[in-house]
């Protein structure tokens, strides 16, 4: 009985979710078009993050390598952001690094597992033992670790984004 209970729970919260989601997509076909912006880049610096949930397993866009992105919500921003910066940015608390564009993104081939495995034990401080890489990412929700971002110009030079550039133990 309390696990069809926790289980209704649990579809009740998704439905809810997905009620939201379509209201905020609603929302959005509603708004002026001339009003549209690109989103405004992070400040360049060093954030202490959380890690918000499991990694997605995703592909990339051009070869299909598969790879794991995560999404880090920031917690604090440390000294080398610039205060004006993050006022400009609307503060940064609590916003989200997240996608294969902000260099969230750990591919799994052979000669890349070990920056992976370097993530989640020297980064995320994970106890490695005996344990899998998969293992090792199902304990990844909820850690933190420190996030460096940078600034990069898009393909056509157009925009400026931020991007990951390091992430390190906290």
Known sequence: MRVKRRILGQILIELMEIKAMVANFEEILNRPASTVEPPKPLPVGTYHCLVDGPPAAEESSQKKTPCRTFKFKILSALKDVDPEQI????????????????GTAFYLTDDSAWRYREFLVDHLGLEEGNKTLRELEAEAPGKQVLVVLKHDLSQDGKRVFHRVDKTAHV
Request: charged share 5%.
């Open 87 to 102: 006022a400009m940015a609307g503060g940064v608390v609590g916003k989200l690094i997240a996608g294969q564009g902000a």
